[in-house]
């Protein structure tokens, strides 16, 4: 799949889970993602994902994630983190991704390839 930030448009390769699935079905998608903490960005998705949560223990630049059923997280930024996500998928090169998403909130479009 595609996710396109101000004309930047990233490869984006899901995870085979259910909750990847149903994120895809709900493609093409507009989010107004928000800023939090410096290295990620975040959206409410217009319908519940399901949800299969681990805690990563990593996060790494480029990965896209679901927190609790209906939030959806691009992080730009690799970090150690405590809370669970259920992996949805990552991009495919994240090089330029901070810099495209910029510090503030910003919309995103996924859509099919």
Known sequence: MW?????RRFAITLADSEAARAFAAQLPLTLDMEELN???KHGKLPASLPA?????????NGDLMLYGGETLVVFYSS???TYSYT?????DDAAGL??????RDV????APK
């Open 38 to 40: 410096g290295n990620e």
């Open 79 to 81: 970090f150690t983190s």
């Open 87 to 91: 992996r949805i998928g990552q991009v």
């Open 3 to 7: 996710m396109t930030v101000n004309e």
């Open 52 to 60: 299969k949560a681990i805690r990563p223990g990593v996060i790494r």
């Open 107 to 110: 919309r995103v479009t996924f």
């Open 98 to 103: 901070a810099l495209a998403l910029g510090s």
